[in-house]
C-alpha cells in the first residue's frame, strides 16, 4: 500500500491568499495561531484563522518567499470569503491582501519524489528552497514523505512520476493533519482537529482573535473533542456527522476530511467526543449508517496540560 504514494500531483482543490508588504509577518502574527515574528528562514507555518469565539474558519500551510511576502495555501473553497473576512481586519497595516491562486503553481510531491526534487527529506513545517520554488515539508502519509511545492506561475514544474490527486487527498487524510474546506466552517477549536500536536498553534504568543477559548481549552481541561483516523466500507465526505451507538438522538461528532482508500471503501478523520471512543461503536452520518472503525494517529498527542 505503501508504494502507492509515489509521484507529483497538481493541487486544483488549494488556492493562496498573498501577504505582501513591510508588515506582512506582524499583521498574520496578530490574526492566526501561529507565530510570524520569530519564524526562521527554513520555517513554513501550519496557522488557523479563528472566529472570536476560537473556531476555525480557515487554515493555512503559510510559506515565506521574502520578510515582507508570505503567501497562505488553503482550501479553494474557503479562499474568497476568508480573503474578504482577514481584509477587514487590515485598517492601516502597511499589508496588502490578494488572491494569488493564478500567479503561483503548486504541486504535491510524494514518496520518491520529495527525495528527488527537494533533495532530502526533512521535518513537518520544514521549508527549502529550490531555485524559483519553496518546498514544505508536511506530515508522512503510513511513512511515506508529502511535501508542497509551490513556485511562480511560469516556472517549470518538477519533472518525475505522476501520481493522481485521489491518491494525494487520501495521503492527506492518512498524515492526520486536516486542512479546513467549506463544509465544517465555524465547526471546531484547533485542538479539535489536533493543532496544537502537529505545530498549528502557538500558546506563547500575542493575541489574536479566539485565543482566550484556544488556552482555556488547552489549560483548563475544557477540550472535549479529538481527530481520530477512522476507515469505512462506504463512502465519507467532510461535514457528514458521526453517531455513537449508545446515542441514536444527537451526533458525537464530524467528518473533517475523507478520500477514497485505494484498497477499498473510505479513509476520513473524524472529530468526535473523547468518551465515544472508550465503547461501544461509531457509525456515519445516521445512528445505523456505515461503520466507522478507528485506527491510530499517526502522531503523539500532546500530553493534556
Same mark, same amino acid.
Given at each position: 500500500m505503501h508504494s502507492l504514494l509515489h509521484g507529483?500531483?497538481?493541487?486544483?482543490?488549494?488556492?493562496?491568499i498573498r501577504a505582501e508588504g513591510e508588515e506582512a509577518a506582524q499583521f498574520l502574527h496578530g490574526q492566526l495561531t501561529q507565530d510570524f515574528l520569530l519564524r526562521q528562514p527554513n520555517e513554513a507555518r501550519l496557522a488557523a484563522f479563528l472566529s472570536a469565539k476560537g473556531r476555525m474558519q480557515a487554515s493555512f500551510v503559510a510559506v515565506a518567499r521574502a520578510p515582507g511576502d508570505?503567501?497562505?495555501?488553503?482550501?479553494?473553497?474557503?479562499?474568497?470569503?476568508?480573503?474578504?473576512?482577514?481584509?477587514?481586519?487590515?485598517?492601516?497595516?502597511?499589508?496588502?491582501?490578494?488572491?494569488?491562486?493564478?500567479?503561483f503553481a503548486l504541486r504535491g510531491l510524494a514518496g520518491s519524489a520529495v527525495q528527488a526534487v527537494a533533495g532530502g527529506v526533512q521535518p513537518p513545517w520544514h521549508q527549502t528552497d529550490a531555485g524559483a520554488a519553496s518546498i514544505v515539508h508536511?506530515?508522512?502519509?503510513?511513512?511515506?514523505?508529502?511535501?508542497?511545492?509551490l513556485a511562480p506561475a511560469d516556472t517549470p514544474p518538477p519533472a518525475g512520476e505522476s501520481l493522481s490527486e485521489a491518491l494525494w487527498?487520501?495521503?492527506?487524510?492518512?498524515?492526520?493533519?486536516?486542512?479546513?474546506? /467549506? +463544509?465544517?466552517?465555524?465547526?471546531?477549536?484547533?485542538?479539535? #482537529?489536533? $493543532?496544537?500536536?502537529?505545530?498549528? *498553534?502557538?500558546?506563547?504568543?500575542?493575541?489574536?482573535?479566539g485565543q482566550e477559548v484556544?488556552?482555556?481549552?488547552?489549560?483548563?481541561?475544557?477540550?472535549?473533542?479529538?481527530?481520530?483516523?477512522?476507515?469505512?466500507?462506504?463512502?465519507?465526505?467532510?461535514?457528514?456527522?458521526?453517531?455513537?451507538?449508545?446515542?441514536?438522538?444527537q451526533p458525537c461528532g464530524t467528518v473533517v476530511q475523507a478520500a477514497a482508500a485505494p484498497a477499498g471503501g473510505f479513509d476520513a478523520l473524524i472529530s468526535i467526543q473523547i468518551v465515544a471512543t472508550a465503547s461501544g461503536s461509531l457509525h456515519a452520518s /445516521? +445512528?445505523?449508517?456505515?461503520?466507522?472503525?478507528?485506527?491510530? #494517529?499517526? $502522531?503523539?498527542?500532546?500530553?493534556? *496540560?
Amino acid at each position: 500500500m505503501h508504494s502507492l504514494l509515489h509521484g507529483i500531483t497538481p493541487l486544483p482543490r488549494l488556492g493562496i491568499i498573498r501577504a505582501e508588504g513591510e508588515e506582512a509577518a506582524q499583521f498574520l502574527h496578530g490574526q492566526l495561531t501561529q507565530d510570524f515574528l520569530l519564524r526562521q528562514p527554513n520555517e513554513a507555518r501550519l496557522a488557523a484563522f479563528l472566529s472570536a469565539k476560537g473556531r476555525m474558519q480557515a487554515s493555512f500551510v503559510a510559506v515565506a518567499r521574502a520578510p515582507g511576502d508570505i503567501l497562505l495555501v488553503c482550501s479553494r473553497d474557503l479562499l474568497a470569503p476568508t480573503l474578504k473576512r482577514l481584509q477587514m481586519f487590515v485598517l492601516r497595516a502597511k499589508v496588502k491582501l490578494t488572491d494569488a491562486s493564478e500567479a503561483f503553481a503548486l504541486r504535491g510531491l510524494a514518496g520518491s519524489a520529495v527525495q528527488a526534487v527537494a533533495g532530502g527529506v526533512q521535518p513537518p513545517w520544514h521549508q527549502t528552497d529550490a531555485g524559483a520554488a519553496s518546498i514544505v515539508h508536511l506530515y508522512p502519509a503510513d511513512g511515506q514523505p508529502r511535501a508542497l511545492w509551490l513556485a511562480p506561475a511560469d516556472t517549470p514544474p518538477p519533472a518525475g512520476e505522476s501520481l493522481s490527486e485521489a491518491l494525494w487527498q487520501w495521503g492527506a487524510v492518512r498524515s492526520g493533519v486536516a486542512l479546513l474546506s /467549506a +463544509p465544517v466552517v465555524d465547526a471546531f477549536v484547533p485542538q479539535m #482537529l489536533n $493543532y496544537e500536536s502537529v505545530g498549528g *498553534v502557538n500558546f506563547k504568543k500575542g493575541c489574536y482573535p479566539g485565543q482566550e477559548v484556544v488556552a482555556r481549552s488547552q489549560y483548563r481541561g475544557t477540550l472535549k473533542r479529538r481527530t481520530y483516523l477512522a476507515h469505512a466500507d462506504a463512502p465519507l465526505a467532510a461535514g457528514a456527522e458521526v453517531f455513537h451507538s449508545g446515542d441514536a438522538s444527537q451526533p458525537c461528532g464530524t467528518v473533517v476530511q475523507a478520500a477514497a482508500a485505494p484498497a477499498g471503501g473510505f479513509d476520513a478523520l473524524i472529530s468526535i467526543q473523547i468518551v465515544a471512543t472508550a465503547s461501544g461503536s461509531l457509525h456515519a452520518s /445516521a +445512528p445505523q449508517g456505515p461503520l466507522l472503525a478507528l485506527e491510530p #494517529l499517526p $502522531y503523539a498527542l500532546l500530553a493534556e *496540560v
